[in-house]
């Protein structure tokens, strides 16, 4: 250090040692805010550091002394050199690091996420799916292993029987490891995109806000080039981004969707009401998208705050032309189910 001082004076070295120490606490408090971040998405993260507060007033003391220690002289040149090019630095950093490492971080799990709703149409399962199937099949195999254990101790002497009782656990433990096997491949079918694909499946199970969001976005965004939401997991998707999923597994009076398409500013599908076994084509339009739809609809406010039209199909007239007797052209004409056009856009007027 002092050879340091001799060679490049005292006042370049306080400034080296000045510029560190603040990136280090830069740093240290980014990575807290990094790991509130995540521990409030559910993922585990390990506690760093302690009061913010206490550390803020130490590093402040700290600073104090250093700028005390390197006099009014370092200042000046440093308002000098902020003067000439501090303005075009802050500018073209601005906006690469808006919102600083959260926003960065938050930014890269949003999008990770949207790319996994949109290329996976595999519904997420619960891990607890998988535990609950390998528990029920090592049970088959134990159960079945004790019957061939007691089979044979009360038939000893047969060797035909005891084969037979071989043979069934055998049988058995092999049916229940194909059980494990299948259930293990449903529960990890969907594929998520790095962490932000993980958040976002963890998120869905529980209806939570990461989830919803994204899923919103995805509803809200260009189709061209947000893509769009399908299969089994845009029903799972639309029962979060409804309310239901939040609700838990116990709700009543939750209805069903299948054939969900999301994207575009526009949700279709059919939904089927408790206690029903047909089920009722519905579209939905977003509010800020589209125009007020034609006949009647309801006003549906999405878990994220948006609102949403919703029309579900009308009875309409179905004419069929067949051939007459006499030769002449007619109609069958049929009561069917049939959802209106879609509103206008607000972008095409």
């Known amino acids: 250090m002092q050879a340091q001082v001799d060679a490049v004076g005292r006042e370049t070295v306080t400034g080296n040692v000045l510029i560190w120490f603040l990136c280090a606490i830069g740093f240290l408090k980014a990575a807290q805010k990094i790991d509130s971040f995540m521990a409030s998405l559910g993922v585990n993260v390990g506690h760093t550091g302690g009061s913010m507060l206490a550390e803020a ?17 370092l200042g000046a040149a440093g308002g000098h050199r902020g003067s000439s090019g501090g303005n075009s630095a802050a500018a073209s950093a601005g ?42 099949a090592s049970h088959s195999a134990h159960t079945s292993e004790q ?3 007691r089979q044979t101790a009360t038939h000893e002497g047969h060797q035909t029987v005891q084969q037979t009782a071989a043979k069934t656990a055998e049988h058995t433990s092999h049916t229940a490891s194909e059980v494990t096997r299948t259930q293990h491949h449903t529960a990890s079918s969907f594929q998520g995109v790095g962490l ?24 809200r965004g260009d189709i061209r080039s947000a893509g769009s939401i399908t299969g089994d997991l845009a029903a799972q998707s639309l029962q979060s981004y409804l309310g239901y999923t939040a609700l838990g597994a116990d709700a009543k009076d939750t209805p069903a ?4 398409e999301i994207g575009g500013g526009r949700i279709t599908g059919t939904e089927t009401a408790p206690g029903s076994s047909e089920g009722v084509a519905f579209g939905m339009y977003h509010a800020d998208q589209y125009t007020e739809p034609k006949g009647d609809f309801t006003k549906v406010h999405a878990a994220d ?36 056009d879609p509103p206008k856009r607000k972008d095409r007027l």
Request: charged fraction near 20%; hydrophobic fraction near 40%.
């Open 57 to 73: 007033l130490i590093a402040a003391r700290g600073v104090g002394t250093i700028a005390g220690a390197m006099g009014h002289s």
């Open 95 to 136: 906006g690469f690091f808006k919102g600083g490492l959260i926003g960065m971080a938050r930014r890269k799990a949003t999008s990770d996420a949207v790319r996994s709703a949109t290329s996976s149409t595999s519904a997420v399962r619960s891990e607890q799916v998988k535990s609950t199937s390998e528990q029920t």
């Open 147 to 149: 019957a061939g254990v």
């Open 196 to 219: 932000g694909g993980a958040i976002f499946a963890k998120s869905l199970l529980k209806g939570g806000d990461f989830a919803n969001d994204v899923i919103g976005t995805v509803a």
């Open 257 to 260: 969707f299948t054939n969900v």
């Open 305 to 340: 705050g948006s609102l949403w039209y919703k029309q579900y199909a009308q009875d309409a007239v179905e004419r069929k032309p067949y051939n007459a007797p006499d030769g002449t052209v007619a109609y069958q004409e049929s009561i069917v189910k049939r959802l209106p």
